[in-house]
């Protein structure tokens, strides 16, 4: 007999979210044509993931912080060195993110940020076998799962641009 165990996510809703976001935004927006901007995973007529500096988004900053406190928190070690590794994902009016997973390399916890989230752009679905959650991305809210959990985002079905972004941790050491 199969058995089967809870999907698990945690949610953590990041301090002055309009703001930071806000910010993100136009940064995002106006490192477009910077030669370090590099883009992978090219499914479906998109690059589901964009990968910039740091220094292109400085307003992430506090994202990264209060997403690596919170990797920490659910990790149960406080002191736990860990590195963070991030994209965009960027999805226009019709995209999907395809089903996939994180269970590459050291991944220990992976996360979603919600920067932009126009109403009917897309949910997030976490499943494992027959189970999925289905969960409605929060602007300014970080949604950490386990890295071999598939997830995938449906259909934007908006007329705007959606943003998020994929976060990755692992050790240092």
């Known amino acids: 007999m199969a058995k089967y165990y809870?999907?698990?996510?945690?949610?953590?809703?990041v301090d002055d979210a309009e703001k930071v976001?806000?910010?993100i935004w136009d940064e995002y927006q106006s490192a477009q044509d910077e030669p370090a901007v590099h883009r992978s995973h090219y499914f479906e007529g998109r690059y589901e993931n964009v990968y910039m500096d740091e220094h292109l988004v400085p307003s992430l900053g506090p994202v990264l912080t209060a997403a690596l406190e919170g990797a920490r928190d659910l990790l149960g070690d406080k002191g736990l060195q860990l590195k963070a590794g991030f994209w965009f994902n960027e999805m226009r009016p019709g995209d999907v993110t395809l089903p996939h997973?994180?269970?590459?390399?050291d991944e220990l916890l992976s996360a979603a940020y919600y920067v932009r989230v126009p109403p009917g752009s897309g949910q997030?679905?976490?499943g494992r076998g027959d189970q999925a959650v289905t969960l409605m991305p929060v602007e300014g809210r970080l949604v950490f799962f386990r890295p071999g959990v598939v997830h995938e985002v449906t259909r934007n079905l908006s007329t705007a641009v959606r943003l998020?972004?994929?976060i990755n941790f692992g050790s240092v050491s």
């Open 21 to 23: 976001n806000a910010a």
């Open 6 to 13: 809870p999907i698990e996510y945690w949610l953590l809703q």
């Open 164 to 166: 998020s972004v994929g």
């Open 101 to 105: 997973d994180h269970d590459e390399d």
């Open 124 to 126: 997030l679905v976490l």
